[in-house]
């Protein structure tokens, strides 16, 4: 069987969440001819970054991590981050809960929840300090802190016409859990600061064409991409794990930068104003509007 008539097969077999991780807002599959995890995103009662899914994400980070230092060989070669949501990979930040917080003025819990971001995002980036390679497989709108954790991902695959994008500069506050870093590292400070401060969303074509995206899938066709890259990947895998460790040291992204520019998000939170706030109000709408 060629590579592309077995990617075909795999698309037909129904991923199920593994018996062994059970979560209210996470399924996982893993395929362990691929060595591949699979994690899929669910956050109610909003489809963006709950504290709760946060939690779990960080949780089966974490679950990985053990099993990579507990499994004799490699149990993991892939952990793709995905959504269960039809049309929406992640909408961002909690802004519900951010309007609570910045109108009690509530900095400590503000920068808790920023934390819990960084922490998962970090993971990501690092590819949890293992030789896997994380992967992003954006299927539906990825805004604000959703796009982040896309752009924190190894390598970003995104069906043809879905939006991306950081609309936090439409409230007057900016993204402050990775998104300077990320971008600029990627395609540099002049474009990464024409996209944060545009507050526009993108087609994953455009993003595509700017190198944002890596691998741009036909609509329906993302998991079958994931597939042709494992295929690829594997076939030339001493190549592509040299590359991935040049990546890192050529553009190191270290825990403490990501920390120092929330810390700097969460003063520049509690400095917006009650015009700011309503026009977050539209933002909250839109993803209470597509609650899970």
Known sequence: ???????????????????????????VYYDAKYK???YYM??????????????????????VKSEMK?????????????????????????????QMLIQNKDKDSLLSYAIKC?????????????????IALVQGDALGGGFEAALSSNLLIAEEGVKMGLPEVLFNLFPGMGAYTLLSRKI???KAEEIILSGKLYSAEELFELGIVDILAKKGEGEMEVYRYINSADRKSNSYQAIRKVKDIYNPITYQELIEITKIWVDSALNINDKDLRMMDKLVMRQTANQA
């Open 1 to 27: 069987m060629n590579n592309l008539a077995r990617v075909t097969k795999l698309q037909s077999v129904t991923k199920k969440p593994s018996a062994e991780h059970q979560y209210s807002q996470l399924s």
């Open 36 to 38: 591949a995890g699979w």
């Open 42 to 63: 669910h956050a109610s009662p909003r489809p963006c970054f709950t504290a709760h899914l946060l939690e779990e994400i960080n949780k089966y980070q974490n679950s």
């Open 70 to 98: 507990a499994s004799l060989q490699q149990k993991y070669n892939y952990l793709v981050l995905s959504s269960d949501i039809e049309g929406i990979f992640n909408l961002g930040g909690d802004l519900a809960v951010f």
């Open 118 to 134: 960084i922490d998962v995002l970090y993971n990501n980036i690092v590819h949890l300090e293992s030789e896997l390679t994380t």
């Open 188 to 190: 540099g400070q002049v």
